[in-house]
């Protein structure tokens, strides 16, 4: 049983550290082996280890229904990879491009452990995930007042700039923290501090240009209202001081003034068509909206032009960006060898077909609705779903989910709601004294 402790402790610190440091954490190494993955590695062997030291483990977990889906899209991946070995193209492509797919088993490895841990574990956790995206904002803040996004370089174990911010992922990650804060602005928390951590990552977002991070932000917080209409009849009209109606006007005003006001809102509202007062911002989101699309488009129609692309997929190794000649609308002269089309949906079907794909959606839409209401969210089960729902938009414009920065956290989020969504885990649920969202 130490052994899994340990699998899931490495798991947390990993998960943790990515919420701190994101991507450039995860190329603290030497290429092509870097801490992300030596980590990854030492938490799936004490897992199978201790799986197979102490048999009566298994049979005593409880399998949550979602959870067979996840191993099933594991399995299928693994036994792709093993046939594109025939298809003659290079091991380390292969490993490079299966590699996304056997994060999956983070979610496996959490899922199976997270049931059985204590309400003081739980707390602990849910405090690191909070401390690890705070201390990720304040250096954030120092790189909007710097200016430096490129980092600093200090030497051949560090492969991207230390403190190094990249958009897309370091936006969503203030988002997530900027949700966490309110809500214990709505269970009554008046701090200075908080306060000063909600201004900050308002600061953040107004500095990013990433348009999926903005669409995180709105998306968190309709959820965040949805969860306080749908638990209005257990919760009182007030708490804190703060009525429905009032969080209801902020939350709409702020999702109005970031939308219009924002770098990122004036290339979001330019990639939809819309003009405002920057016509460079327009033209440059609209040549990257009209670039990926056609990029989709014609990987689509790649797929669907063969029966066992539809199906099976091409498999890994193979780099069909190239095959369908859209590798020149993606590359430039800042990205090389890119192997995604900015989708993580259209990466599964392009390598594992449409089968895995609606898979993969199903399960995850599948969560969401599980965790909808109030009642189902204790602290760490709020901070993990508000992880899933956060990296949803950004890994169907981007690579996240192909990168270990995103893909780990992602994962280790998912294996946490999975491991709490059956109905053997009700009556925990139920008995847990951590404070629930409760509206005001």
Known sequence: MRSAQMSLRICAFLAVSLLFGSRWFSYIGLAPIFISDVLFAAA???WLFSRRKNPKIIESRAVASLTPLFALLLSWSLV???????DGYQILDILRDLVPFLYISIALLVSSQIKFQSLAFRSKLNFWIYRGLALHLIW???????????????????????FSFRADIDTALVVVLFVL??????????GPLLMLTLGGCLVVVTFSPARSSLIALLLCLVWV???????SSSGSQKKGGVSRSTLVSLGLALGTVVLVF?????????GLGFSTNNSDLVSSALGTTNARELVWTQVLTWVNNSTANIFFGAGFGINFLDV?????????????GVRSPHNFLITIIARLGWPAAILFAISILIIIFRFRKASNLDDLNFASMTIVLAFIPISLFGVILEAPFGAIPFYFCVGILLGDSTKTNKTMLQART????VTG
């Open 80 to 86: 792709r990879g093993v046939f594109s070995l025939s």
């Open 181 to 190: 804060s309110l809500k214990r602005w709505i269970d009554g928390s008046r």
């Open 225 to 231: 209202l949805s969860v306080m209409k749908n638990n």
């Open 262 to 270: 924002t770098t990122a809102g004036s290339r979001l509202l330019g």
């Open 140 to 162: 954030c803040l120092v790189v909007v007042a710097s200016g430096n996004v490129s980092g600093i370089r200090v030497g051949p174990f560090l492969d991207a700039g230390l």
């Open 324 to 336: 369908t000649q859209t590798l020149q609308f993606l590359e430039g002269t800042t990205y090389k």
């Open 44 to 46: 799936i062997i004490s």
């Open 434 to 437: 951590q404070t629930d969202f």
